[in-house]
C-alpha cells in the first residue's frame, strides 16, 4: 500500500473550515484515499473516500488533485468535538495502514 | 442498528494468563478486521478474518496470538501467557463485503488490555 505523508499537528478556530492535505505521491491508480478519525482513543470514525472524483458527506468533503498525488479533507464549519486526530490512508483491496496522522485541535 | 460490539472494554490480566477479546460485528457484516494500539502509537493491522475462515494473518505475532470468527457468534482475538508487552486497546472492525470491493470498514470502541 502507498504511504502517506501527514502534518504532526494542525489547529484551527471554532466556525472555520478546517483544511487537511494529505501527500500519497506513490498512490497507484487502483487506491483509494480513506480519512479516519480518533477522538480520545476511541475507535477510529470513518469519514469518507474517494478513487479520483471530489467527495462530499454530511461530515466533510474529499477534494483529490488530478495527478491524485495529494489530498484535502475539508471539514467546512469545524467545532470543539471535531478536535481528534485525523488519518489519511491509501488503500486498495488491502487492510487499513494507519500512519501517526494529523492531530487537529480546534479553538474556541 | 447497533455498531459493533466488543467486549469487555477493560481487561485486567495476570502475566501468564490468558486474554480473550470479542467482537460482534455490525449486523449483515461478514467481515473483520483485528488492530491493536500501543500507547501513543497508531493502529496496527493484525489479522483479517472472514466467517470461518482466516484470510490474512500476516500482522499476527508468530506465537501467542491466535484469532477465530466462527459460523455463529462473536469473533474472537485470544492471547494466551500475556505479557507487559500486550497491554494495548485492541480495536476490531467489520465491513460487509471483502476488503476487495473498496467499502469502509466501520471499529468498535476497542478494549484495553491491562497486564499487571
Known amino acids: 500500500d502507498a504511504k502517506t505523508t501527514q502534518p504532526p499537528s494542525m489547529d484551527c478556530a471554532e466556525g472555520r473550515a478546517a483544511n487537511l492535505p494529505c501527500n500519497h505521491s506513490?498512490?497507484?491508480?487502483?487506491?483509494?484515499v480513506y480519512w479516519y478519525r480518533q477522538i480520545h482513543s476511541q475507535g477510529p470514525q470513518y469519514i469518507i473516500h474517494g478513487l479520483k472524483n471530489n467527495e462530499t458527506n454530511e461530515m466533510a468533503s474529499l477534494i483529490i488533485t488530478e495527478d491524485r498525488k495529494s489530498s484535502t479533507l475539508i471539514l467546512p464549519h469545524a467545532t470543539l468535538r471535531d478536535t481528534a486526530v485525523y488519518y489519511c490512508i491509501v488503500r486498495w483491496g488491502g487492510q487499513f495502514y494507519f500512519g501517526t496522522g494529523t492531530s487537529l485541535t480546534v479553538i474556541p | 442498528n447497533a455498531g459493533v460490539m466488543q467486549n469487555p472494554r477493560h481487561l485486567v490480566r495476570r502475566r501468564g494468563q490468558e486474554a480473550r477479546l470479542r467482537c460482534s460485528p455490525m449486523?449483515?457484516?461478514?467481515?473483520v478486521y483485528w488492530y491493536r494500539q500501543l500507547p501513543e502509537e497508531g493502529l496496527k493491522f493484525m489479522v483479517y478474518?472472514?466467517?470461518?475462515?482466516?484470510?490474512?494473518e500476516s500482522g499476527m505475532p508468530k506465537e501467542r496470538f491466535s484469532a477465530e470468527f466462527p459460523k455463529e457468534g462473536p469473533s474472537i482475538l485470544r492471547i494466551q501467557q500475556v505479557v507487559r508487552g500486550d497491554s494495548a486497546a485492541y480495536f476490531c472492525?467489520?465491513?460487509?463485503?471483502?476488503?476487495?470491493?473498496?467499502?469502509?470498514?466501520?471499529f468498535g470502541q476497542g478494549t484495553r488490555l491491562t497486564v499487571v
Open positions: 506513490t498512490i497507484s491508480g487502483n487506491e483509494y
Open positions: 472492525a467489520s465491513s460487509p463485503l471483502g476488503r476487495e470491493f473498496n467499502t469502509e470498514a466501520f
Open positions: 449486523k449483515g457484516h461478514s467481515h
Open positions: 478474518l472472514q466467517k470461518e475462515n482466516i484470510i490474512d
